[in-house]
Structure formats: structure tokens, C-alpha cells
């Protein structure tokens, strides 16, 4: 049991994210001025009252790390407050744990698509774009938190509908080396499922990783 569990690849979800809030949330706390950035969202203010943070504007006075106050800041809830998962109409299973190395379809689909040699642009956008969401996060007080938190990347919603776009363009094809039958097909069908979910509630995406 130890081994199967120690072999076993973490699993993955795409979560719903306040795209209007990402940037200026992100930004305020990695160096910026949470203050500032607290005094142009009335929303979020509301929010952190709400869960118990007397004094939002004073960023030292709140004992939560850096992930969980971004996470907590920018999820996307119903309005009572719940959580609120993307419609996919793709099993979880399927796109939190990839089968083949990392367990992650983003990472799968980066390594082994090839210039389809139609549209290098759209190519170069899709590359980056699934780097930010791969990995945004590294590096920063935002990438892990208590209570297991670990946060890998994000998406505004006009990065997600440039990322939708850019995968179901022709600006790629599959490696002839690729080592799953059909695998870039299926990880960009996975990965497409969430864009075009979160398009339509025109929110953001965020990349969470379950250890």
C-alpha cells in the first residue's frame, strides 16, 4: 500500500477564479500595495469581512500566508458564499491525473505538440499561456500554503478564451514520438472542456495541484 501510494502522481483540478481581481491581488502581494489594491475592490473588502478579518486594508495584521489569502481573495463563490466548480462534462478523474509522467495533460500537451507550420503565432500564444497556468506561481509566497494549499498557475478570462482559441486552432499536431496513442487530442479536449466552461461564466482559471 505504501509503494502504490508513493508512486501515485498528484491530482489536479482547474478552479474557477474572480478574473477581474487576479491580477491586482496577485500583484499587491507580490511586493505591490495591498492597501491600494484593497481600496479599489469594495467586493473583496465585503469578502474578508465576511471571513473574519477585522482590518482588510492592513495586510500585516492578518495571520493568513500569502496562498491562502490570494486563494481565498480570488475564488469564485456562489452568492452565499459556496464554493462554485466548473460545469466540464468531463469526469474529474480524467483531467486531475493525467496517465502518463507528472500525471498533468497541460504539461503532457506543452511537451508534445510540433509547429503544425500554419500558424506560428497562435502557436507561441498557446505555448506561453500554458506555461502561465503550468507554472505562474513558482518561485512566489503565493505558490503553497497551510493546510496543503499549493497553487501552480492562473488565467484571466481573456488569457482563457486566447488559450481556448489557440488549442483549437491549427497552429499544432501531435509529435510523431508522442508516447500515448491519441494523447495531445485527448489532454487538449480535457484542458478545452474547462476554458470553454469558465468562458461562459467569464471568470478566470487556476491551477491547483492535490498532494
Not at 125 to 135: C, G, H, I, P, V
Not at 175 to 187: I, K, Q, R, Y
Amino acid at each position: 500500500m505504501e509503494e502504490a501510494m508513493n508512486t501515485t502522481t498528484p491530482f489536479l483540478t482547474i478552479d474557477p477564479v474572480v478574473s477581474d481581481r487576479l491580477v491586482d491581488v496577485y500583484s499587491a502581494l507580490d511586493g505591490g500595495n495591498w492597501k491600494k489594491m484593497i481600496n479599489n475592490h469594495d467586493e473583496l473588502r465585503i469578502r474578508l469581512v465576511s471571513q473574519g478579518i477585522a482590518d482588510p486594508e492592513n495586510r500585516s495584521s492578518m495571520s493568513w500566508d500569502d496562498a491562502n489569502l490570494f486563494f481565498v481573495s480570488c475564488t469564485d463563490l456562489t452568492r452565499d458564499g459556496r464554493p462554485y466548480p466548473l460545469e466540464t462534462g468531463i469526469s474529474k478523474e480524467k483531467f486531475g491525473r493525467f496517465p502518463y509522467g507528472e500525471g498533468s495533460s497541460i504539461s503532457y500537451l506543452r511537451d508534445w505538440i510540433r509547429d503544425s507550420r500554419r500558424d506560428t503565432e497562435h502557436l507561441e500564444e498557446m505555448a506561453d499561456l500554458l506555461e502561465k497556468l503550468n507554472s505562474r506561481m513558482s518561485g512566489t509566497s503565493m505558490e503553497k500554503g497551510v493546510g496543503r494549499l499549493q497553487m501552480l498557475g492562473w488565467l484571466t478570462n481573456e488569457e482563457t478564451t486566447n488559450l481556448r482559441k489557440a488549442i483549437t486552432s491549427r497552429c499544432w499536431i501531435p509529435s510523431a514520438e508522442e508516447p500515448l496513442d491519441g494523447g495531445c487530442h485527448d489532454a487538449a479536449k480535457h484542458i478545452v472542456a474547462h476554458l470553454r466552461a469558465a468562458e461562459k461564466r467569464r471568470c478566470g482559471v487556476l491551477l491547483r495541484i492535490h498532494n
